[in-house]
């Protein structure tokens, strides 16, 4: 008498059930994500700064920012506010009046250090901005808009002026 029945171990049998069933029992394929880390030496991180504060003020932030106390020093100058990290007093836009005075009963007020704003804003970012922010031959990729949100991530932890 013979068994009529599939042999399990029958290489046709055995190849059939791979075509169907063989990608699934394949162990699947994992990339690696590589974080890298990036110092920019002082006068990168000066080209930086510099290029960050001057957009975010020529046209950047200039939708929700009235006005910024310094305290004498220039926001404008990179090597300033990588040397000294002044803190500054941002003046949002809500208690400007057209006249050109400021009533400060109704203007909300943040006390920030300069270059922390910087620092703190890049590192939220999302990769690619990061990436474009910390390469000094990239900074002209970013436009105001960009500086902006660097700003604002640094100031408030999240986008908050759209």
Known sequence: MTNDKPNLTDSHFAELMDNQFGDLLKPKKFYPTISVEYSPSREEWVEIAEAIWVGALEG????????????????KTGSDVVDSNFEIVIH?????????????????????????????????????????????????QLDANDYDLIIQLGVFGKEVYC
Request: aromatic share 8%; no cysteine; proline share 3%.
């Open 60 to 75: 950047g932030s200039n939708h929700w920012i009235a006005y910024i106390h310094t305290g004498g020093h220039d926001l």
């Open 92 to 140: 949002e836009d809500d208690g400007f009046i057209p006249d050109g005075s400021f009533d400060d009963e109704e203007t909300e007020t943040h006390r920030v250090k300069a270059f922390d704003v910087i620092v703190d804003g890049i590192n939220l970012l999302d990769p690619e901005r990061q990436r474009l922010a910390l390469t000094v031959d990239e900074l002209g």
